[in-house]
């Protein structure tokens, strides 16, 4: 079945560096709008960049912008989050997810509005990221 599939957490410093995969499974990643997501300890999951079908677009949340890079790599299905200078505050599970009826509008619309997560068909396990010294 269709399905995406998170990578690349662990546990780094602060100021380090980590990327992130999304794969996907018995679909093409290039038709939708992907984004990823965090849920941090006590904290409702938010939206921390989004990436339009065809790469027309990008979103960051303005707590990773100048940090975190989005990029989708088509002959291996998969879309990246690189994280560099990472912070303590950005600890949290990692989830892709992916707008597979196309119900959301834009791709600030996925990752600024909590509301459209519930309308994102499509979500991964989560990878645990975690920033401490």
């Known amino acids: 079945q269709v399905q995406l599939v998170e990578s690349g957490g662990g546990l780094v410093r602060p100021g380090g560096s980590l990327t992130l995969s999304c794969a996907a499974s018995?679909?093409?990643?290039?038709?939708?709008?992907i984004g990823w997501f965090r849920k941090a300890p006590g904290k409702e999951r938010e939206g921390v960049s989004c990436l339009g079908s065809r790469g027309r677009s990008t979103y960051y949340v303005d707590s990773v912008k100048g940090r975190f890079t989005i990029s989708r790599d088509n002959a291996k299905n998969t879309v990246y989050l690189e994280m560099n200078n990472l912070k303590p505050e950005d600890t949290g599970v990692y989830y892709c997810?992916?707008?597979?009826?196309?119900?959301?509008?834009?791709?600030?619309?996925?990752?600024?509005?909590?509301?459209?997560?519930?309308?994102?068909?499509?979500w991964g396990q989560g990878t645990q990221v975690t920033v401490s010294s």
């Open positions: 997810a992916a707008d597979l009826k196309f119900r959301v509008a834009t791709v600030e619309d996925m990752c600024a509005w909590n509301e459209s997560q519930r309308y994102l068909e499509l």
């Open positions: 018995k679909f093409s990643l290039d038709y939708y709008d």
